[in-house]
Structures are given as structure tokens and as C-alpha cells.
């Protein structure tokens, strides 16, 4: 017998609007079929229509999650067009703004993962954790998500209270490597429902043109903080965690081990940090005719933003390409032939974000 | 560390969750509501230019400049305020309170002009702070041409310029900076 | 069994009045101490009986009249099941019980199972035929070694009744069916990690998905009861004495179902929700290998003498 469950648009375990229609033999999957257009906010089309500044707040809100790096590349591709050099401590403050939603955007999806299969103390231990990078953030910016900070030519706020950051780092390195990493590579419960779940290798990630941890737990070692370093990344050493197995536990694996090494370049980036101007200069710059392109590696992925001015004080063009929207394909790839019970899991596993995806 | 020693640490450690109505301490610079000196302001409009949302307006009128602000449509990222050239807005240490209808919370500023000391007729308010920044080392007797309004400054720079140009006589002086 | 006895063990003790306030005090137990051992407050200990009186008070949900008395119906004969099961129960050392009242009450226990597979495909919801599915598939799988842990207890007591069996000696026979007993109470109790059939994540929750209000809080209380007669039969099998008063026997009874409770909230706190096909793995590797250990005991004897 087949029939047709759909997974959202409203949906426990996947609380954002997208669809899975997962069309089932018994309990395994025969096809699924993906629909993420519910949430369409036109950001591209509003972000033509707004000044600069405007459209820095703007995109800012393409992501709930990520959002500091959405205003961060937009920057960078609007200073790369009008020939801004960043001062030395903004760039170091953009990097540990960006560090710290990695780890918040990770401590959620490793809870969302937990919830999914489940495994609701888990899920409360990353919240809990996660919460007090909201804190800190909150600390630092004056926002819990939309923090606000960057904007042309440096920063808006400077980092008032180094020492309240390195403390907040240092306790959730601890609670990363002493309860995360052992439960979610060692609990029973949690390996059996992970390993050897949502396969895709290596080549089927290059051919699906996955980005972002999924691809990394697939063994591709591409991350854009290495490979064209933006922010002070250049300046900074970090290893780039890569798992081979391809299965839902590597993304796991990857993800929390980034999370170390989120902690780790927070820390350099704080010893690192020299004194001095957070911003270019005047506040108001022209931007010149041209076209820009800048990327990032956001939590989820490679994020690109392409710029394209007409020397007016209003972009010609805006385009945005997020890291969700080309991981997505991936699931159908994975899911199929997978048990209807792993069709939430290998959902989150990829960490989409519809909000994302459908802007 | 296994499961059951965190289980056993948060039942030690007890509930790290508040009641209801208890609440943290909002964090020092927490971006809430934007609020105005309305005696500070000089009606420029740059808040207005740089909200993403329309949240701030400024509407100039004959007498007075409307200064406009609806919570229920900021986004709290504080662009205002920090372009601000007179540090005129800040913003509240709370968040706002929650609103059915994003009307409701709106605020409605004046700010008042001040008459022209030439012409007496209203014009946009010059601040201190301002003329201390942007007419730094201004002889005197041109410092006061920054408090007439624009129709008498208009009228006064046809006035020099006939008096250079048709009559001859020296540009009012500068100092040297 | 006198008329009297029969009213007073299904309208007082163990049934009604004592087992309703039981099933909520047990349902907020679960709730409270789930919530501590996360790091948060929890519940007061109302909020089980709120949240009935809040559903009870709600608008029921127009369906057609075949429909309605199905969901409707469910419910109430799960709730009844969980009363009667109960009264069976022997708690008290005086109380008698009759000839085969075991096998009645391992039927009665299996009605709330059974009800809420009918409910899932009643319901006409994907949801709920996915989970009442996976619900009767569990319930082969569990009541397996279940069914077999009780032969063997009745096996090696002699008897069908209930008092015999309590009554009869501790050795490994016991030990080892209790044992079993104990293994199948997460599942019958639908708690991690054998929560599949109410998996929230993948399929809301299972059977009940499209009941609302007074259904809804049937098929709540109607849990709560299964949770007082499922911690209340291993008590009563596994405790070897009686203390010989009315008072301490409910003493011992209720605190130990207590504790019972707290080591099932400890246990589904502590896992992952598990896939079905795991926890039927685990069933019939774990759960048969026991129970038919205990099976082969009862029926030799002479096995456990020789180990001895
Ligand atoms: S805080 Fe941002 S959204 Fe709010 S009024 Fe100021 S610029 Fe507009
Ligand atoms: S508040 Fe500041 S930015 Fe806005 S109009 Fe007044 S002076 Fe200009």
C-alpha cells in the first residue's frame, strides 16, 4: 500500500513553511517532493527599492538565524564597489559578531536535531547553552538576533566588554566538549538513530552542488573562510572539520566539532584584536557605478551576494543565494528508500532554513 | 560525560527557567524603542533616510517639524541613532510593550521652530553641538549667518555676491583654518 | 466476591476514587521530575487536573454520527478498561479475587492499546493510521513477551488468581517474569524511547492526532489509569510481602508505584525516541530471551534446584 504523507507546511518538527510530500510504501519512501514557496517576501525586489542603508537592515532579516552574515557580505560586496578599506578592529569585530552566530545557529540546529529524534533533554541542554550566547550577543549588539552591527565601512558598535565574551566562550567550549560532543557521538540511543542514515557521497554532493557542512560530512573540504578569506579570517588559524561518512551522524560530527572551532577563533580573534577605529570614516559613501560580488561561509553554507549599483544612492540589483536553497535538492537525494521515521531527521540533518530559501 | 550525569547535575543544580512574570535584567545599551530629545533635533531627516521600515518620519511643516516614530513597525537596529548628527535619539533600556494594532503605540513629536533672526519667521532649529562642529573656526560675524533661514541666507549670498561682483568690495572675511 | 467488595474495589480503592487523582498525581510526577531533570520548573501539581478540566470544557468538534460515537466511544471504554483493570489488582491482603481473574486482567490492560489503534484509523487521519500502525505493530511485538513472562508466573504459581500468584514464593521464576513485566512498561506506556506510535515529530500524535476536548481528555486519563494499573501490577507481582494492615499495604503500594514512575521518567528522559524496527529488535531479543528463560523455570523447576 503507498500513500502520500505530507510533512508541513505546518509541522512539529519542522516549524519553519516548507512541505514534504513523502509518498511511502509501508514505512519507506518511495519519492518525496519538496515545496518551499510559502513564505515569499520578496527581499531582492524590496532591497531595489531601498537606499543602501535601508537594504543593510533589510537583508539583515533574509535570515532569523544568520542574519549578522547577510548584513556582513552585503557590506563587503558595497565596499568592495566603493574601494572601502575596513579598519583592523571592525573586521576582528565582524568576525567574532559572525563566530558567535555560527555557534548560536549550531547549539539551535544540534537541539533541533536532538527534538527530532526525540531526545528532549538534549534538546533543553543546547538550548540552555545556546542561551547564553543569546545573552552575550545581546550584550554586545543591543538585539537578540538582528543584531545590527555592521554597517558601510566597519561597524556600529565596539566591543565594550572583551572579558564578558572570552568568559561566555569559555563555558560553552566546556559544555560543548564535555556534554554535546560525548552525548551525541556516544548515547546508544542517539547512534541508532543517526549513523547510516541519509548517505550521500562524495560525488553525489558535488553533483547535487552542496555547500556548507553538508557537503563537509561528505568529505568535501571547501569553506570559504579558507579558501577566500573575508573579515580577518586571513589572519586567524582554525582547522576546517571534514568527515567522510556522508551519513546524518558526519553532519552531526562536523557541526559540533565546528563549534570547537568556533570557540577556538573567538578566542584568537579576542587576543588578536588591536585598538583603534571601528569605522571607515563618514557614514554616508558614494557608491559608485559598477557590479560586486562578495561571498561568506555562512552556518548552513556558502552564502553569495551579488551587487550592482548605478552610482545612485539605490541598488540596480540584489542578488542573494543562500546556502539552504541549493542544499535542499540534497534531501530528496538522501531520503529516498529511507524509513519514514528518518524523514524529519534527514530533513534537519542538511539544517534548512526556509525562511532562507523562500525570501 | 553520559546522560544521566547531566540529568542528575540540572536536578542539582535546579531549574535554570524563570516564572512568568520574574524577568533578566534587560543588558546595558539593549536597543529599545527609539526615543527623542525633541530640543536636541534639527529636523534634518536623516533618521528618516536611513529606517528600513518607515518606522521614523519627519514631516516639515510652516511652524514646526512632525517627528514621528511607530514602534509597532521599528526593527530595533538602531541605524537612526547612530546616524543621527546631533545625537537627538537613543534608544529605551526596555523593549516595547507588545500591541494588537501597530498604530496604537505611535508618538508624535514637534519640534518647534525658532524664529529667524533675521526675517522672524520660523525657521528649522540650529543646534549648539551642530555649529560647534560644522562652522568650526567661523569668524563671528558669519556665525550668525548659520541661525538665519534659508530665505535670508539666499538673500544674503546674492547680496555678497552682487557686493563682490558688482560693487567690488572684499568678501567678508574668514578666519584661516 | 461480595457486591460490595466489587463497588468498593471499582468506585474507591483501587479504582475511581482513588485511581483518578492517582493518574494525575502520576502524570504531573512525570511531568515535574522530566522538567527538573532538564534544568526547568515544570507543572504545579494541578495542571493535570486543569488541563482535564480545560479540555473537558472545550467545543466538541462536529463529525458525522458514525465517526462521532467512535471518538467518543474509544475513549470512555479505554478509561473503563484502566477502572476495571484496577479493581482486580490485589493489593490488600484480604482481598480474595477469583479463578482466571490474570487472564481478565491482562485483557483489560490490553483495551487502551487496542482502543487507540481503532481511534488512529477511526480518525481518517494519515497521521493517525500511521501511528495506530505502528501501535498494533509494537503491541504484537511487546505483548509477546509479556503474554509469555505471565504464563510463567502463572505456570510456576499454579494458578490463574491473582492473590495465588502474589502469594507465591520469590525465586527466579518471578524475578525474571517480573523482570519482563518491567521491560514492556515504557512501551506500553508509549514513553521514550519506544514512543514511536506518538512519535510528535513524525506523525503529531499518532492515533490521538485528531481528538480534541473531551475526547482528548479522555484518552488523557485513560493514560494517567494505565499508568496506575501498568506500575500497580509489577508492585503487586513483585512484592514478595504484605504487611498485613489495609494502611500499610496502600502505603507500600503507593509509594512504590511512585517510584516506579520516577525510574520510567528517568529512563525516557535519558533516551532518543527509538525506530520501530529497533524496538521490535529489542523486544524479541531482550524481552523473549527473559521471559522465555523464566518460561523454561516455571515449567522445570528442577532446573532452578539444580543451579542452586
Ligand atoms: S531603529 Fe531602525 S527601524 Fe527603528 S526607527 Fe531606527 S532606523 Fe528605523
Ligand atoms: S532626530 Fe536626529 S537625525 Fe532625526 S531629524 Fe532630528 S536631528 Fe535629524
Known amino acids: ?34 515545496s518551499v514557496k510559502y513564505n515569499f517576501r520578496g527581499v531582492e525586489w524590496l532591497a531595489e527599492r531601498r537606499n543602501y542603508h535601508q537594504a543593510i537592515a533589510l537583508v539583515e532579516r533574509v535570515c532569523g538565524i544568520c542574519s549578522n552574515v547577510h548584513a556582513l557580505t552585503f557590506c563587503n560586496a558595497l565596499e568592495g564597489l566603493a574601494g572601502l578599506t575596513v579598519p583592523e578592529r571592525a573586521q576582528y569585530i565582524r568576525t567574532i559578531m559572525v563566530e558567535l552566530e555560527r555557534l548560536t545557529s549550531h547549539a539551535l540546529w544540534a537541539g533541533i536535531a536532538a527534538e527530532v529524534m526525540g531526545f528532549q ?17 545581546e550584550t554586545i549588539s543591543g538585539n537578540r538576533i538582528h543584531y545590527g552591527m555592521n554597517c558601510i565601512g566597519g561597524v556600529t558598535r565596539d566591543l565594550a566588554n572583551p572579558e564578558a565574551v572570552r568568559i561566555t566562550v569559555r563555558r560553552v567550549r566546556q559544555t560543548v566538549t564535555d556534554q554535546l560532543i560525548p552525548l551525541f557521538t556516544e548515547d546508544k540511543t542517539i547512534h541508532a538513530r543517526c549513523s547510516g542514515i541519509g548517505q550521500m557521497t562524495k560525488e553525489q554532493a558535488v553533483a547535487w552542488g552542496a555547500v556548507g557542512p553538508t557537503a563537509r560530512a561528505s568529505g568535501l573540504t571547501e569553506d570559504i573562510r579558507q579558501t577566500s578569506p573575508y573579515a580577518a579570517y586571513n589572519q586567524l588559524e582554525f582547522k576546517v572539520p571534514v568527515e567522510t561518512s556522508g551519513d546524518v551522524f558526519a553532519r552531526v560530527v562536523v557541526r559540533l566539532l565546528e563549534m570547537v572551532e568556533s570557540c577556538h577563533i573567538v578566542e584568537q580573534a579576542l587576543d588578536q584584536i588591536p585598538p583603534g577605529p571601528i569605522h571607515h570614516g563618514p557614514i554616508f559613501v558614494e557608491i559608485p557605478r559598477g557590479e560586486a560580488v562578495a561571498r561568506a561561509e555562512a552556518p548552513r553554507g556558502e552564502l553569495f551576494y551579488y551587487v550592482s549599483s548605478d552610482g545612485t544612492d539605490i541598488p540596480c540589483r540584489v542578488k542573494i543565494r543562500t546556502p539552504s536553497f541549493v542544499n535542499l535538492p540534497t534531501v530528496r537525494l538522501m531520503m529516498l528508500q529511507a524509513n519514514l521515521a528518518d524523514v524529519p531527521l534527514i530533513n534537519a540533518s542538511i539544517d534548512p532554513c526556509y525562511s532562507c530559501t523562500s525570501r | 560525560m553520559n546522560i544521566f550525569s547531566v540529568l542528575l547535575k540540572n536536578l542539582r543544580m535546579g531549574p535554570a527557567t524563570l516564572r512568568f512574570p520574574e524577568e533578566v535584567p534587560y543588558p546595558k545599551g539593549f536597543h529599545g524603542p527609539v526615543k527623542i530629545h525633541t530640543e536636541k533635533c534639527i529636523c534634518c531627516g536623516m533618521c528618516a533616510y536611513v529606517c528600513v521600515s518607515g518606522a521614523v518620519r519627519v514631516a516639515e511643516h510652516k511652524d514646526n517639524c512632525e517627528w514621528v516614530y511607530s514602534p509597532g513597525l521599528c526593527t530595533f537596529c538602531g541605524k537612526c541613532v ?60 558669519v556665525l550668525v549667518k548659520s541661525l538665519i533661514c534659508q530665505r535670508c541666507r539666499q538673500k544674503d549670498s546674492q547680496r555678497a555676491l552682487v557686493s563682490i561682483q558688482v560693487k567690488g568690495e572684499p568678501p567678508p572675511s574668514r578666519s584661516d583654518k | 466476591m461480595s457486591w460490595e467488595k466489587v463497588f468498593f474495589a471499582l468506585l474507591i480503592f483501587p479504582g475511581l476514587l482513588y485511581a483518578v487523582p492517582t493518574a494525575w498525581l502520576m502524570l504531573w510526577l512525570e511531568r515535574k521530575f522530566r522538567a527538573r531533570m532538564q534544568g526547568r520548573i515544570g507543572p504545579p501539581f494541578y495542571q493535570p487536573f486543569f488541563d482535564f478540566v480545560k479540555l473537558m470544557a472545550k ?54 492499546s487496542l482502543c487507540s489503534v481503532l481511534a488512529g484509523f477511526a480518525s481518517r487521519s494519515i497521521f493517525g493510521q500511521v501511528g495506530a500502525t505502528r501501535e498494533a505493530i509494537l503491541s504484537i511485538t511487546y505483548n509477546l513477551p509479556f503474554l509469555t513472562a505471565i504464563v510463567a508466573l502463572a505456570y510456576s504459581a499454579q494458578s490463574l488468581r491473582l492473590v495465588d500468584i502474589a502469594a507465591s514464593p520469590a525465586g527466579g521464576v518471578r524475578a525474571l517474569a517480573v523482570l519482563t513485566i518491567c521491560l ?93 524496527q529497533q524496538a521490535a529488535r529489542f523486544y524479541w531479543r531482550w524481552g523473549m530471551g527473559l521471559s522465555l528463560v523464566a518460561l523454561i523455570l516455571g515449567v522445570f523447576p528442577d532446573i532452578e534446584r539444580f543451579i542452586r
Not at chain 1, 504523507?5 to 519538496?34: M, R
Not at chain 2, 501597530?102 to 513629536?109: F, I, N, R, S
Not at chain 3, 506500575?231 to 507500600?252: E, K
Open chain 1, 1 to 34: 500500500m503507498s500513500f502520500t504523507i505530507p510533512i508541513g507546511p505546518y509541522h512539529p518538527a519542522l516549524e519553519e513553511p516548507c512541505k514534504v510530500q513523502v509518498i511511502c510504501e509501508g514505512e519507506i519512501v518511495q519519492d518525496v517532493s519538496l
Open chain 1, 121 to 137: 533533554t538534549l534538546f533543553m541542554t543546547c538550548f540552555a547553552m545556546r542561551e547564553q550566547l543569546m545573552d552575550l550577543l
Open chain 2, 82 to 141: 547612530s546616524v543621527c548628527p546631533v545625537e537627538a535619539l537613543h534608544m529605551a533600556a526596555k523593549s516595547a510593550p507588545s500591541y494588537f494594532n501597530t498604530k496604537a503605540l505611535d508618538e508624535v513629536h514637534l519640534v518647534p521652530y525658532s524664529p529667524c533672526p533675521e526675517c522672524g519667521r520660523p525657521t528649522p532649529p540650529v543646534r549648539e553641538v551642530l555649529r560647534a562642529k560644522a562652522f568650526k573656526g567661523v569668524a563671528p560675524n
Open chain 3, 59 to 112: 467545543r466538541r468538534v462536529l463529525r458525522p454520527s458514525f465517526d462521532s460515537i467512535f471518538m467518543m466511544g474509544l475513549p470512555l471504554v479505554s478509561v473503563s478498561a484502566g477502572l476495571l483493570a484496577l479493581a482486580l489488582l490485589p493489593i490488600s491482603s484480604d482481598s480474595r479475587g477469583f479463578a482466571g481473574d490474570l487472564v481478565l486482567l491482562v485483557a483489560f490492560l490490553e483495551v487502551p
Open chain 3, 184 to 276: 514492556c512498561l515504557p512501551v506500553k506506556l508509549r514513553i521514550n524511547p519506544f514512543s514511536v506510535s506518538n512519535a510528535e515529530q513524525e506523525i503529531y500524535s499518532g492515533p490521538a492526532t485528531e481528538f480534541s476536548g473531551p475526547q482528548l481528555a479522555m484518552w488523557e486519563l485513560a493514560h494517567g489509569l494505565e499508568w496506575v494499573a501498568l506500575t500497580g501490577l509489577v508492585v503487586c507481582l513483585g512484592l514478595t510481602f504484605r504487611t498485613g494492615t489495609w494502611i500499610g499495604d496502600f502505603a507500600i503500594y503507593t509509594s512504590l508505584s511512585l517510584v516506579l514512575v520516577i525510574l520510567l521518567t528517568i529512563l525516557a528522559t535519558g533516551t532518543a525516541r527509538l525506530k520501530i
